[in-house]
């Protein structure tokens, strides 16, 4: 599967911003898909997580009741959107958009060893 990640920017504390991850290929697979992110310094995260079937959601607590995420797809893609409000100066990241092969659309991961496909990461830098 292939991703692709975009609408990263420069926003100030306590504003908005918008992820979207384009999900291409990988026919005849299922996957779970996450965002995780890395802020300098620090290790990669996991930031929030959606089985295929979307019904499935998981967040990190630093993130609970500030980020929603959720999936959609059309005919020849999903995208896995991150939408990201009320942002903290410690938000600032690379954030990167993940799959995770999984059994069946009912399944979500979390853990970042389980995901074997990276998309190229959008910085977010939350700073007045």
């Known amino acids: 599967v292939q991703l692709q990640a975009s609408g990263g920017g420069l926003v100030r504390p306590g504003g908005s911003l918008r992820l979207s991850c384009a999900a291409s290929?990988?026919?005849?697979?299922?996957?779970?898909l996450a965002w995780f992110r890395q802020a300098p310094g620090k290790e990669r995260e996991f930031v929030a997580a959606?089985?295929?079937?979307?019904?499935?959601?998981?967040?990190a607590d630093s993130v609970k009741g500030r980020f929603t995420i959720s999936l959609s797809r059309d005919i020849t893609k999903y995208t896995l959107d991150l939408q990201m409000n009320s942002l903290e100066a410690e938000d600032t990241a690379v954030y990167y958009c993940?799959?995770?092969?999984?059994?069946?659309?009912?399944?979500?991961?979390?853990?970042?060893?389980?995901?074997?496909?990276w998309g190229q990461g959008t910085q977010v830098t939350v700073s007045s």
């Open positions: 993940a799959a995770a092969r999984v059994p069946n659309v009912r399944v979500v991961v979390t853990t970042q060893a389980s995901f074997e496909s």
């Open positions: 290929g990988g026919i005849g697979d299922v996957y779970s």
């Open positions: 959606s089985s295929m079937s979307g019904r499935r959601i998981s967040y």
